[in-house]
């Protein structure tokens, strides 16, 4: 079993910055695959970003350009960075886990409880 405890989320005007941050405890093998979600009010849970299995950073068309992963494996944290924020990426942000083998889709086996962001315009 893995723990993940995201933070970071508050309000925020559009075109700022924010970093999300996703605290990973427990079984860190688990954790061997990493990605971040985001579900806008009323809609479904979606994934955003994640780590490919190639190790490279993967991200939707809707924030690519504007959000990065990052992941500090000595702290066992993951990071959003989001830049340009704009209002349609309110909502709350998950990050998720699973252990091997790498997904081929967005199917992660655990998930934190979520941080919320509000973008104003």
Request: glycine share 10%; hydrophobic share 30%.
């Amino acid at each position: 079993q893995v723990q993940l405890a995201e933070s970071g989320g508050r309000s925020v005007q559009a075109g700022e910055s924010l970093t999300l941050s996703c605290e990973a405890s427990g079984d860190t093998y688990s954790t061997s695959f990493m990605a971040w979600f985001h579900q806008a009010p009323g809609k479904e849970r979606e994934g955003i970003a994640r780590i490919a299995c190639d190790g490279t950073f993967t991200y939707m068309d809707s924030v690519k350009g504007r959000f990065t992963i990052s992941r500090d494996k000595a702290k066992n944290t993951l990071y959003l960075h989001m830049k340009r924020l704009k209002p349609e990426d309110t909502g709350i942000y998950y990050c998720a886990a699973r252990p091997p083998p790498c997904p081929g889709s967005w199917y992660y086996h655990f998930y934190g409880q979520g941080t919320q962001v509000t973008v104003s315009s």
